[in-house]
T-cell receptor, first 112, second 110 residues
Framework: NAGVTQTPKFQVLKTGQSMTLQCAQDMNHEYMSWYRQDPGMGLRLIHYSVGAGITDQGEVPNGYNVSRSTTEDFPLRLLSAAPSQTSVYFC???????????FGPGTRLTVL | GEDVEQSLFLSVREGDSSVINCTYTDSSSTYLYWYKQEPGAGLQLLTYIFSNMDMKQDQRLTVLLNKKDKHLSLRIADTQTGDSAIYFCAENGGYQKVTFGTGTKLQVIP
């Protein structure tokens, strides 16, 4: 199993550009989440999904969209990038709501 | 909303015990977790404790939970240089809404 994979590893955007961060898992997990990690602030939940076709907002959803058309994939879209979205983004998956979350290696995004 | 707090930094000598502390506010937390993040990597689960337990031991790791004070601690016995990392406390208060603390950076001095 590859586990949770994220692409790209690094990305630099200009303000106003859009892009999609990809996340895929091959463990048949129902639950998937997107977090951002900023210095001194830990991980903050952006969006999450409890199964294909079902998504919900987390703590900091503004400026981001998600969709879950398949169990495996959970892409995160930045509609119009802003410098405040400079961060490290982690995708995670879990078999259910209480068990261990498996994290991807992260995407380091810089918005100029 | 829910809040999870940790001190930002801890330095210990190799061979000593490390104790990382965490406080949380959500009294409905059912599971509390400790994750480890090594440089440039994602988080990996170290251990977890169910809210009706006071203590859990797993090799060099001991987790203590004081539910009355909403205080969680992680003790690492015989700390090694390989234990240097950021440690995150997290609590699960509901429907896959896991709240993470700010992380404690553990530095182990040889």
């Amino acid at each position: 199993n590859a586990g949770v994979t994220q692409t790209p590893k690094f990305q630099v955007l200009k303000t106003g550009q859009s892009m999609t961060l990809q996340c895929a898992q091959d463990m048949n997990h129902e639950y998937m989440s997107w977090y951002r990690q900023d210095p001194g602030m830990g991980l903050r939940l952006i969006h999450y999904s409890v199964g294909a076709g079902i998504t919900d907002q987390g703590e900091v959803p503004n400026g981001y969209n998600v969709s879950r058309s398949t169990t495996e994939d959970f892409p995160l879209r930045l509609l119009s990038a802003a410098p405040s979205q400079t961060s490290v983004y982690f995708c995670a998956s879990s078999p259910d709501r209480v068990n261990e979350q498996f994290f991807g290696p992260g995407t380091r995004l810089t918005v100029l | 909303g829910e809040d999870v707090e940790q001190s930002l930094f801890l330095s210990v000598r190799e061979g000593d015990s490390s104790v990382i502390n965490c406080t949380y506010t959500d009294s409905s937390s059912t599971y509390l977790y400790w994750y480890k993040q090594e440089p440039g990597a994602g988080l990996q689960l170290l251990t977890y404790i169910f809210s009706n337990m006071d203590m859990k031991q797993d090799q060099r790791l001991t987790v203590l939970l004081n539910k009355k004070d909403k205080h969680l601690s992680l003790r690492i016995a015989d700390t090694q240089t390989g234990d240097s990392a950021i440690y995150f406390c997290a609590e699960n208060g509901g429907y896959q809404k896991v709240t993470f603390g700010t992380g404690t950076k553990l530095q182990v001095i040889p």
